[in-house]
């Protein structure tokens, strides 16, 4: 383990930002954090809870495929991939950190998709433990330590000091670049503030949920519920929660004319959308209620289904805070499932 | 990294001739700029069709893989891409990917036995695949029966081939139906649900279904009542794709995907996914 004072945080970031674009938490102006690139004298927030996920560092929100040149009846297709810089996201929570494991069970299965596997390489991902849980908070009911969070690199952050463990060959090749700015040391501090995350934690109002009752296998007991008529009743279908969602992962592709060709991009898209799933013979979701049950079905159910149990969500909160109607997974969790509330 | 290799890019394609079929389907030839398949297939997978600027979209290919010059679609005039395909000419060039999807188990579930094959309207197109498949390597399979009905006999698909060259065949019985009568046909009238009914046959064989949901429905239905086993029964799905390797979410249905777990699914395993398709 090795640890820098916090008063050298700043040069510190200005070191690794020489050879990799670094991105981390910055406090906006209205008093939310978001991923910004650094500069000199750019702040860490305390709030690692960004507004969007870092979902967009790996599969952005729209992002160029090809591109197709058209002269008469002939179409010739440019292959637009390129090598990317590498880059540094700084100051990933847990649960964040630990929804890339689920992006990759999708992007990097056979056949692996190529632009998502790009940025993947070349980014090094630098977690930190849970600084300020929110009420909003329930990562632990998915079995995610805050206070041990995974990455390349993990990091812990006290009063004055900012500690460090590479997890794997790339995490290493990083800090020992990083020389004399670090210093090796025992990891009793890191203990300590392990503890004081754990006892907020242990205060938070989610902190009893379960995920008792939801799992691969359980489509039939629970598509037929009659509660997800009333708990959709309210949805408005605007997708705010999958597109602040850091493992929603549904997209579209479309074409856009240039007018001196076509540039074919994939965006993020939402099942929550009445046109998500509508073709020319019909739509096999023609309700918000059935379009509201394939979200929550497919992040408890569908995707632990085929993904040894692990489920589709991280328990970031992101989706509770958004929501305009203030629905949420923690409520459809309480009413279908085994944790009938307290 | 462009050695990599992509799912999503795709190949030129270019459309070397076009077959009216009936008054809404025609059937494209497609091979790539060096007159040559773009890839093998599986009888029952599908492809990425596109016209850039317009669209991309799954199609069955309607071609037996024992093709080796050429694929072909039949496709429905019904939509954005498929609109503008119908008025595509020769040598209009198009981008193709794939193949996508599980193929009809023909060398192994279907070796040996009895086949019969119900198809309605467009729902022809990805049977005729597999249908001459079987007719390819006609000493690997057993009697072939097919029921195939239309709206009229204008609006069936591949008439010409069925009357030349299937009806022909040994051991090859082939069913028409239209659903109302109609001035020069004197064939069977009426639904084929009804009609595979009607024909009451032996159930130690394996049937295959494709058409419209509702008629896939009632003739699963039908094929019950007489006595199938929904395990002895195929049929293939469709459902809005976009990327067609189960990443883009569009066609999940309970924990399958229709690009890579289906089209082709057999009757008694989607009785346990969710009524979603």
Same mark, same amino acid.
């Given at each position: 383990?090795?640890?820098?004072?916090?008063?050298?945080?700043?040069?510190?970031?200005?070191?690794?930002?020489?050879?990799?674009?670094?991105?981390?938490?910055?406090?906006?102006?209205?008093?939310?954090?978001?991923?910004?690139?650094?500069?000199?004298?750019?702040?860490?927030?305390?709030?690692?809870?960004?507004?969007?996920?870092?979902?967009?560092?790996?599969?952005? *929100?729209?992002?160029?495929?090809?591109?197709?040149?058209?002269?008469?009846?002939?179409?010739?297709?440019?292959?637009?991939?390129?090598?990317?810089?590498?880059?540094?996201?700084?100051?990933?929570?847990?649960?964040?950190?630990?929804?890339?494991?689920?992006?990759?069970?999708?992007?990097?299965?056979?056949?692996?998709?190529?632009?998502?596997?790009?940025?993947?390489?070349?980014?090094? @991902?630098?977690?930190?433990?849970?600084?300020?849980?929110?009420?909003?908070?329930?990562?632990?009911?998915?079995?995610?330590?805050?206070?041990?969070?995974?990455?390349?690199?993990?990091?812990?952050?006290?009063?004055?000091?900012?500690?460090?463990?590479?997890?794997?060959?790339?995490?290493?090749?990083?800090?020992?670049?990083?020389?004399?700015?670090?210093?090796?040391?025992?990891?009793?501090?890191?203990?300590? *503030?392990?503890?004081?995350?754990?006892?907020?934690?242990?205060?938070?109002?989610?902190?009893?949920?379960?995920?008792?009752?939801?799992?691969?296998?359980?489509?039939?007991?629970?598509?037929?519920?009659?509660?997800?008529?009333?708990?959709?009743?309210?949805?408005?279908?605007?997708?705010?929660?999958?597109?602040?969602?850091?493992?929603?992962?549904?997209?579209?592709?479309?074409?856009?004319?240039?007018?001196? !060709?076509?540039?074919?991009?994939?965006?993020?898209?939402?099942?929550?959308?009445?046109?998500?799933?509508?073709?020319?013979?019909?739509?096999?979701?023609?309700? *918000?209620?059935?379009?509201?049950?394939?979200?929550?079905?497919?992040?408890?159910?569908?995707?632990?289904?085929?993904?040894?149990?692990?489920?589709?969500?991280?328990?970031? !909160?992101?989706?509770?805070?958004?929501?305009? @109607?203030?629905?949420?997974?923690?409520?459809?969790?309480?009413?279908?499932?085994?944790?009938?509330?307290? | 990294?462009?050695?990599?290799?992509?799912?999503?890019?795709?190949?030129?394609?270019?459309?070397?001739?076009?077959?009216?079929?009936?008054?809404?389907?025609?059937?494209?030839?497609?091979?790539?700029?060096?007159?040559?398949?773009?890839?093998?297939?599986?009888?029952?997978?599908?492809?990425?069709?596109?016209?850039?600027?317009?669209?991309?979209?799954?199609?069955?290919?309607?071609?037996?893989?024992?093709?080796?010059?050429?694929?072909?679609?039949?496709?429905?005039?019904?939509?954005?891409?498929?609109?503008?395909?119908?008025?595509?000419?020769?040598?209009?060039?198009?981008?193709?990917?794939?193949?996508?999807?599980?193929?009809?188990?023909?060398?192994?579930?279907?070796?040996?036995?009895?086949?019969?094959?119900?198809?309605?309207?467009?729902?022809?197109?990805?049977?005729?695949?597999?249908?001459?498949?079987?007719?390819?390597?006609?000493?690997?399979?057993?009697?072939?029966?097919?029921?195939?009905?239309?709206?009229?006999?204008?609006?069936?698909?591949?008439?010409?081939?069925?009357?030349?060259?299937?009806?022909?065949?040994?051991?090859?019985?082939?069913?028409?139906?239209?659903?109302?009568?109609?001035?020069?046909?004197?064939?069977?009238?009426?639904?084929?649900?009804?009609?595979?009914?009607?024909?009451?046959?032996?159930?130690?064989?394996?049937?295959?279904?494709?058409?419209?949901?509702?008629?896939?429905?009632?003739?699963?239905?039908?094929?019950?009542?007489?006595?199938?086993?929904?395990?002895?029964?195929?049929?293939?799905?469709?459902?809005?794709?976009?990327?067609?390797?189960?990443?883009?979410?569009?066609?999940?249905?309970?924990?399958?995907?229709?690009?890579?777990?289906?089209?082709?699914?057999?009757?008694?395993?989607?009785?346990?996914?969710?009524?979603?398709?």
């Amino acid at each position: 383990m090795r640890k820098c004072s916090l008063d050298k945080l700043d040069l510190l970031l200005g070191e690794i930002a020489k050879s990799n674009e670094l991105y981390l938490p910055v406090d906006d102006s209205d008093g939310s954090a978001v991923y910004k690139k650094w500069e000199k004298g750019t702040a860490l927030s305390d709030a690692l809870n960004t507004v969007r996920s870092p979902k967009d560092f790996f599969f952005p *929100q729209t992002e160029n495929l090809m591109e197709f040149k058209m002269q008469g009846k002939n179409i010739e297709i440019i292959d637009t991939r390129s090598e990317l810089e590498d880059f540094v996201i700084f100051g990933v929570r847990a649960c964040d950190v630990k929804s890339f494991e689920i992006l990759d069970r999708v992007f990097l299965s056979e056949p692996v998709d190529s632009y998502y596997a790009m940025r993947r390489s070349h980014g090094v @991902i630098i977690s930190l433990a849970c600084t300020r849980p929110a009420e909003t908070c329930f990562c632990k009911t998915f079995g995610i330590d805050p206070a041990s969070p995974s990455g390349d690199i993990s990091a812990w952050k006290t009063e004055s000091e900012i500690f460090f463990e590479a997890n794997n060959e790339k995490g290493e090749a990083l800090l020992s670049s990083l020389g004399a700015l670090l210093q090796d040391c025992d990891n009793e501090a890191v203990e300590a *503030q392990k503890a004081k995350i754990n006892a907020i934690m242990d205060k938070l109002p989610l902190k009893n949920l379960t995920t008792e009752g939801f799992g691969g296998g359980k489509t039939a007991e629970l598509f037929d519920d009659p509660h997800w008529a009333e708990l959709s009743e309210a949805c408005l279908g605007c997708g705010t929660c999958t597109f602040v969602c850091p493992t929603c992962q549904c997209y579209d592709i479309k074409d856009f004319n240039t007018g001196n !060709g076509v540039i074919r991009f994939r965006c993020w898209d939402s099942c929550m959308y009445s046109d998500f799933t509508k073709m020319a013979h019909g739509n096999n979701r023609l309700t *918000q209620k059935e379009r509201f049950r394939q979200r929550f079905m497919h992040k408890l159910v569908y995707y632990p289904e085929n993904n040894d149990g692990l489920f589709s969500c991280v328990g970031c !909160g992101r989706c509770l805070a958004k929501c305009p @109607i203030s629905m949420n997974i923690v409520k459809v969790m309480k009413t279908i499932g085994g944790d009938k509330g307290e | 990294m462009n050695n990599l290799n992509e799912t999503l890019i795709p190949k030129v394609g270019v459309i070397t001739d076009v077959r009216i079929d009936t008054p809404d389907i025609k059937t494209f030839r497609v091979v790539t700029t060096d007159g040559e398949k773009a890839f093998d297939h599986r009888p029952g997978q599908c492809a990425m069709l596109s016209v850039p600027g317009v669209g991309e979209a799954m199609f069955s290919i309607t071609s037996s893989p024992t093709n080796e010059e050429y694929m072909e679609f039949s496709i429905k005039k019904c939509g954005c891409v498929t609109d503008w395909l119908h008025q595509a000419e020769k040598g209009q060039q198009i981008t193709i990917r794939g193949p996508y999807g599980k193929p009809f188990p023909v060398d192994d579930v279907f070796a040996g036995k009895d086949l019969l094959f119900i198809a309605g309207g467009v729902g022809l197109a990805p049977l005729r695949s597999v249908i001459n498949y079987c007719r390819h390597y006609r000493d690997r399979y057993g009697k072939i029966d097919i029921v195939y009905g239309s709206r009229s006999k204008d609006d069936l698909l591949d008439y010409q081939e069925i009357i030349e060259e299937w009806q022909k065949d040994e051991g090859v019985n082939v069913y028409l139906t239209i659903d109302n009568p109609q001035e020069g046909w004197d064939g069977h009238v009426g639904f084929v649900p009804n009609y595979v009914k009607e024909l009451s046959f032996d159930t130690n064989k394996v049937a295959v279904i494709c058409g419209p949901p509702i008629m896939i429905k009632f003739t699963l239905d039908g094929l019950c009542d007489i006595g199938f086993d929904k395990t002895d029964v195929y049929t293939t799905l469709e459902l809005r794709m976009k990327c067609g390797v189960g990443k883009c979410g569009r066609c999940n249905v309970g924990a399958k995907y229709v690009c890579k777990d289906g089209p082709v699914f057999r009757c008694d395993e989607l009785e346990e996914l969710p009524d979603e398709y």
